[in-house]
Nanobody, 123 residues
Framework: VQLQASGGGLVQAGGSLRLSCAASGRTFRSYAMGWFRQAPAKEREFVATISRSGAITYYADSVKGRFTISRDNAKNTVYPQMNSLKPEDTAVYYC?????????????????WGQGTQVTVSS
């Protein structure tokens, strides 16, 4: 599967952004999807994950209550809605696909990765 992330940009603190990750192929609905981010000089970190059906989601503590992940299997797309953004949310955001279909927070569970989209939050 190939993943294409989009929707990043520059936003003021307190603002919102909605990222998208479009997947190719007919197997999208069988994959769990995750979002990770990497800030300059920091390691990549888990942000959110959603099961293949969309029924189960899980978030990093740092974004819980502010980010919402959803998916549209008919459109082969997964969306993180990011609200109340903070300067510390500034990072390159990556979407990833896990063939197991179950939610996962560890990056080694994900076999496929998108190219990343930059999110910059100004104070």
């Amino acid at each position: 599967v190939q993943l294409q992330a989009s929707g990043g940009g520059l936003v003021q603190a307190g603002g919102s952004l909605r990222l998208s990750c479009a997947a190719s192929g007919r197997t999208f609905r069988s994959y769990a999807m995750g979002w990770f981010r990497q800030a300059p000089a920091k390691e990549r970190e888990f942000v959110a994950t959603i099961s293949r059906s969309g029924a189960i989601t899980y978030y990093a503590d740092s974004v819980k209550g502010r980010f919402t992940i959803s998916r549209d299997n008919a459109k082969n797309t997964v969306y993180p809605q990011m609200n109340s953004l903070k300067p510390e949310d500034t990072a390159v955001y990556y979407c990833a696909a896990d063939p197991s279909g179950s939610i996962a927070t560890m990056d080694f569970r994900y076999d496929y990765w998108g190219q990343g989209t930059q999110v910059t939050v100004s104070s």
